[in-house]
């Protein structure tokens, strides 16, 4: 028997829909201010995005980010939470914060060894010092109503896409959905905090409309689709994205979690998906490397050593923007005399990667406001790509599947 339905502390505001693929523009108001929806969330694992300030992040637009549950439960830790008030005081966030336990899921996924699952809740070692660990249902939500995020969400029994235990799959997402049912029972602040369900099941399509139905019936302010981006083949990933949000509610957010890449996030909105994170684009910074529209530049090489260009031409990050316009800004070329030797190298580029990121969702907004997404979608893939015959087939056939066929001019 499903719970009644619960308080919600956020308005989802449709905007515009694409006449042709299922994506949405929207705004989702919540309790620290609106946010434009289709959107990308930065990650700040420890209430801070690796190399950015908070104040920069905010310039670069972003108004929601991620924070990691357990991590802040360890460190700084309940106590000193509920003392300050909650992580927006803590780490000078005056936006919206939505947390996750993906150290977590992340052992339970690829480190089983390290991690138990069993009703009661997830046994696991500590990410700071290997002590042994156990995160309930009741206890992740007790740690984010602490936190005061924005939107929290449920602890879910998470194993690999890829694995062939269809038995242990259908345990996985039999378990979320009850330890749904404990994570509303556990809620204390319903009415400013929104609890997000987790749709899991793999890649069994059967499995995740079960799960869906499931979930939907529990009423939850928002949605999120779970346990992907965990290397199964794209074309699967599309599948059940497609799948579920063909059968979810059109009013709630629609959360597809831990995807990052420029191609995944334009093919999963016309999917029709509308919330993406990924460590991804500061990840990479820290290896040397630059989001651009014509794909990832690894500004170690020696070939921008006198490249005095800005890191991409148009763009209105701090780094490239005065050099756009004639005035003093970051050059390639600078980029690599310093992103192997000093952290201002990973710092630019981090800055750089994550403006790119946001303003590529702004554009995919604009489009779909303007019904326009799927000459869009070409304009992209035709940056992107030099060759048409180079296009990934599975964004080919995913967006064939929603009217956009992108070999055709």
């Not at 829909?17 to 946010?35: E, F, M, N, W």
Request: hydrophobic residues 40%; charged residues 20%; neutral net charge.
């Amino acid at each position: 028997m499903a719970p009644v339905s619960m308080p919600s502390a956020l308005r989802y505001e449709l905007l515009a829909k694409c006449s042709v693929t299922k994506a949405r523009a929207a705004t989702l108001h919540l309790p620290h201010g609106p946010v434009p929806l289709p959107i990308f969330m930065p990650v700040a694992t420890q209430a801070s995005l690796k190399g950015l300030t908070p104040e920069q992040l905010e310039e670069a637009g972003c108004r929601l980010c991620l924070n990691n549950t357990y991590h802040l439960g360890l460190k700084p830790g309940q106590a000193t939470l509920d003392a300050i008030g909650g992580a927006h005081k803590f780490q000078s966030w005056p936006h919206n914060i939505l947390t996750a336990d993906a150290d977590v899921s992340f052992q339970m996924v690829s480190l089983l060894k390290l991690a138990k699952v069993t009703e009661e809740g997830v046994r696991f070692l500590s990410p700071h010092d290997g002590t042994p660990m156990l995160l309930t249902p009741e206890h992740s939500i007790s740690l984010q109503n602490s936190i005061g995020s924005d939107i929290i969400m449920q602890l879910d029994d998470v194993i690999a896409t890829t694995s062939p235990d269809l038995a242990r799959m259908t345990e996985a997402m039999e378990r979320s959905v009850r330890w749904l049912d404990r994570c509303i029972k556990a809620h204390k602040y319903p009415e400013r905090q929104n609890l997000f369900c987790i749709i899991q099941g793999g890649l069994d399509l059967d499995l995740r409309r079960r799960c869906t139905a499931e979930m939907v019936a529990r009423d939850t302010p928002g949605i999120a689709i779970g346990g992907l981006s965990g290397g199964e083949a794209k074309d699967a990933y599309c599948k059940v994205v497609d799948t579920c949000t063909g059968l979810l509610p059109e009013k709630k957010p629609r959360y597809v979690m831990g995807v990052g890449y420029p191609e995944d996030l334009v093919v999963s909105v016309a999917l029709g998906a509308d919330m993406f994170d990924c460590v991804w684009p500061t990840r990479t910074a820290r290896f040397g490397n630059a989001i651009t529209a014509r794909g990832v530049l690894n500004l170690r090489n020696a070939a921008y050593a006198e490249d005095f260009s800005p890191i991409e031409e148009g763009c209105q990050c701090v780094c490239c923007r005065s050099l756009d316009e004639g005035g003093l800004g970051i050059t390639r070329a600078y980029i690599y005399h310093v992103t192997a030797k000093e952290t201002a190298g990973a710092h630019l580029l981090t800055i750089h990667n994550v403006q790119y990121q946001l303003n590529l969702m702004k554009q995919v907004r604009q489009a779909i406001i303007d019904d326009r997404y799927p000459t869009f979608l070409k304009d992209f893939f035709a940056k992107l790509y030099d060759d048409k015959s180079k296009y990934p087939q599975w964004a080919v056939d995913a967006l064939k599947g929603v009217g956009v066929d992108l070999l055709v001019d």
